[in-house]
């Protein structure tokens, strides 16, 4: 069964800094990996899709990678923004063939200005 | 752009109230989400749709049901809200064979 875990739970940065936020997953056998962003009270938007023929994925400031082998993956912002503060999940597909996701329970970001 | 709209961002509610949530998506995905989200325990899946009329029980159906009757349409009903009920309830999308999720805004759900 998937089990996906986000550490820390949450993080406090100041702006300007490069950060990277840690994603793992159980079950290695996986389609892709999908990293959201949640501002409070809101829904998610999907920031990055890996898929596992991918190691990296970018768009802007955020690069995401995905290490199968060690069940691992890493979000980085480069030089963060105090717009970049929210919460960010990660999410893998469960371990059936059934389109579900097994999300973990977030990193919450603050960027301080 | 994928739109997944919620017919509600706020509602109020009394305990025994019968509750429709409706999440419509214009993407033409077969599959269909509902999960709650709540502070500790994050987001969990209530229940599924790969079709219309199709149905599958997540991780915590219980107190709730669905309908699809429509592929761009997925209700989620509470037959009976009580006050655990209360929670942020999110919709999303997908196509058939995706894992690739899309969301829609969320509905604040306060049962008193």
């Known amino acids: 069964k998937q089990e996906v875990t986000q550490i820390p739970a949450a993080l406090s940065v100041p702006e300007g800094e490069n950060l990277v936020l840690n994603c793992s997953f159980t079950?290695?056998?996986?389609?892709?990996l999908q990293w959201f962003r949640q501002d409070p009270g809101k829904g998610l938007t999907s920031l990055l899709l890996?898929?596992?023929?991918?190691r990296e994925q970018t768009s802007g400031r955020l690069n995401a990678s995905l290490d199968k082998s060690s069940g691992r993956s890493t979000l980085y912002i480069a030089a963060s923004q105090p717009g970049d503060s929210a919460t960010y999940l990660c999410?893998?597909?469960?371990?059936?063939?059934?389109?579900?996701?097994?999300f973990g329970q977030g990193t919450t970001l603050q960027v301080k200005p | 752009d994928v739109k997944v709209t919620q017919s509600s961002r706020y509602l109020v509610k009394r305990t025994g109230e019968k509750v429709f949530l409706e999440c419509v998506q214009d993407?033409?995905?077969?599959?269909m989400f509902w999960y709650r989200q709540d502070p500790g325990l994050g987001l969990r899946l209530i229940y599924f749709?790969?079709?219309?009329?199709?149905?599958e029980k997540g991780d915590i159906p219980e107190g709730y049901s669905v309908s699809r009757e429509k592929k761009e349409r997925f209700s989620l009903i509470l037959e009976s809200a009580s006050t655990n009920q209360t929670s942020m309830y999110l919709c999303?999308?997908?196509?058939?064979?995706?894992?690739?999720?899309?969301f829609g805004p969320g509905t604040r759900l306060t049962v008193t």
């Open positions: 999303a999308s997908s196509f058939m064979g995706s894992y690739e999720q899309y």
């Open positions: 079950d290695s056998a996986i389609y892709n």
């Open positions: 890996i898929q596992s023929s991918q």
């Open positions: 999410a893998a597909p469960g371990s059936s063939n059934t389109g579900k996701l097994i």
């Open positions: 993407m033409d995905h077969e599959n």
């Open positions: 749709s790969y079709d219309v009329k199709m149905k």
